[in-house]
């Protein structure tokens, strides 16, 4: 069995991660990481990674990104991998993870579900296709999430701008802001209620539009996807993996 260790495991994700540890044959999900210390009925909840004593084969990650300095110390100190499944991570954060990854393995993907990660394959295809469309990406999310434009909005749009590079983001429109430039990405993030996480992708023309959607119902798709990448990164030396590399078993 792989040892787990959950940060951020008293979030609604974290409940999510034990979940599904609880169902696979491979993981064990032995204690957790909060910034609250509970020993709960299933497993001891610490609230920092220097108070862990239980041997960990991998971390899942689904804290913040205020987190991560913590987590990458641990995990480079000890040897164990890391699977980074927050959003919000600024372009010093995204170097961090990847000096960390010339140490240990590291995952780290803005969106956990492998419908999403479809979704950008397909994106890509309809960015090359449709050359000359107009591309517009919503996302919509509850209303506790911190971070605009989702992970996974800039996942998307940068699978349009890998295809055509020339492109650059917008985010958002207010007032007289001119004609839209045939090289933007609008990108536009909507709040509200219980919204678990929906995309779109738009490519209009004069004259027809193509529409490339996902919709997530539930939490347990991100965490299924979670436990699928720590399962694939257990056995992995150094390097930045990604779902892809799950998807097609690199």
Not at 55 to 62: A, L, N, S, Y
Not at 194 to 201: D, F, L, Q, R, T
Not at 221 to 233: E, N, P
Request: glycine share 10%; aromatic share 6%; charged share 20%.
């Amino acid at each position: 069995m792989i040892n787990v260790l959950i940060s951020g495991a008293l979030g609604r994700m974290g409940r999510k991660v034990f979940d599904a540890c609880a169902l696979s044959d491979k993981l064990n999900a032995v204690c957790g990481v909060d910034i609250n210390e509970v020993l709960s009925p299933d497993y001891p909840v610490y609230s920092s990674f220097d108070k862990v004593k239980e041997k960990i084969d991998v971390v899942i990650d689904f804290s913040a990104p205020a987190n991560l300095d913590n987590i990458l110390s641990y995990c480079v100190s000890n040897g164990v991998p890391a699977v980074l499944c927050a959003t919000g991570y600024t372009p010093a954060d995204v170097e961090k993870v990847k000096s960390a990854s010339q140490k240990i393995a590291v995952f780290r993907s803005g969106n956990m579900s492998l419908g999403v990660n479809v979704l950008i394959d397909l994106v890509k295809k309809a960015a090359a296709a449709l050359d000359g469309f107009d591309v517009e990406i919503i996302e919509k999310h509850h209303n506790q999430k911190v971070d605009a434009p989702s992970g996974t909005a800039l996942m998307l749009a940068d699978g349009v701008k890998e295809v055509a590079p020339e492109k650059f983001y917008t985010y958002g429109r207010q007032g007289i802001c001119g004609k839209r430039d045939k090289n933007e990405i609008g990108i536009h993030a909507v709040r509200g209620g219980g919204i678990v996480g929906e995309h779109e992708v738009i490519f209009a023309s004069g004259f027809e539009t193509v529409t490339l959607s996902h919709l997530a119902t539930d939490r347990s798709v991100f965490a299924d996807g979670a436990v699928k990448a720590a399962i694939y990164l257990a056995s992995k030396k150094n390097g930045l993996y990604n779902m892809n590399d799950v998807i097609n078993g690199k």
